[in-house]
């Protein structure tokens, strides 16, 4: 059975954990709807840093106030013998496999629990069933509460406000570059690219910015294959 040993076993465990949080609004559902609190289909500043604080707390493994190499290889560790379930320093194919598919079924019951949340709220009439009345009253409410959003902030604010891997986020976010990365550096960061996605400025991201800042992160993604494919031709 073949044996892998706990530097790289480790690597692989811990990967999508540390920084995850400052990457959150890019993702798909596992991004910014899972920071969507009350399900309303448009995540609020207030949601953003309430579910990245959340993470913050989870990435200082130690508790001392920042997220620094102590705190990945604490992670990293406790993933591991999370894995390594014969306690023997090693894991197996098996072990591995074992691993994530608890992961998945983790991942997954996340999931299933955001979609009851939402049948909870559309179905009005309580049958266990959406009709196309309230769907469409869903999303008129969705509506509503987007433009009571703007209007309230519209008077402040006009116009456009002014990442790869999570590892690269985090080593941005280090303001001081101490590489430790403090709670204020974090949430900075995070109201930092949230900015970049609310473009109108109204201190909420709906689903046309999100999709806007997927396709721009898609063009920039297809520049920078065209600069390197031109210096492997030179």
Do not use: C, W
Request: proline share 0%.
């Amino acid at each position: 059975m073949k044996k892998i040993t706990l530097g790289i076993a480790a690597v692989v465990l811990a990967v999508g954990g540390a920084g995850a949080a400052l990457a959150d609004h890019h993702g798909g559902k596992r991004g910014p709807m899972a920071a969507d609190a009350n399900a309303d289909g448009i995540i609020t500043l207030a949601e953003t840093k309430a579910h990245a604080g959340e993470r913050f707390t989870k990435m200082d493994a130690n508790a001392d106030g920042v997220i620094n190499r102590e705190d990945r290889e604490a992670k990293r560790a406790e993933r591991f013998a999370v894995a390594d379930t014969n306690g023997d320093g090693e894991l197996s194919s098996a072990e591995m496999t074992a691993a994530r598919e608890a992961r998945d079924a983790k991942r997954e019951e996340r999931r299933a629990q955001r979609q009851a949340k939402r049948m909870e709220r559309l179905d009005t009439d309580g049958n266990g069933a959406l009709s196309q009345a309230e769907l469409d009253a869903g999303k008129e409410k969705r509506n509503q509460a987007r433009g009571e959003r703007r209007g309230k902030r519209g008077e402040m604010r006009r116009g456009g406000r002014g990442g790869k891997g999570a590892m690269r986020m985090l080593r941005r976010a280090d303001a001081n570059g101490d590489k430790s990365v403090s709670r204020a550096e974090f949430d900075a960061a995070i109201e930092a690219r949230f900015a970049k996605v609310d473009t109108d400025g109204s201190g909420t991201i709906t689903a046309e910015e999100r999709e806007a800042a997927k396709a721009a992160k898609k063009e920039r993604r297809g520049k920078r294959g065209e600069r390197r494919g031109k210096r492997g031709q030179s």
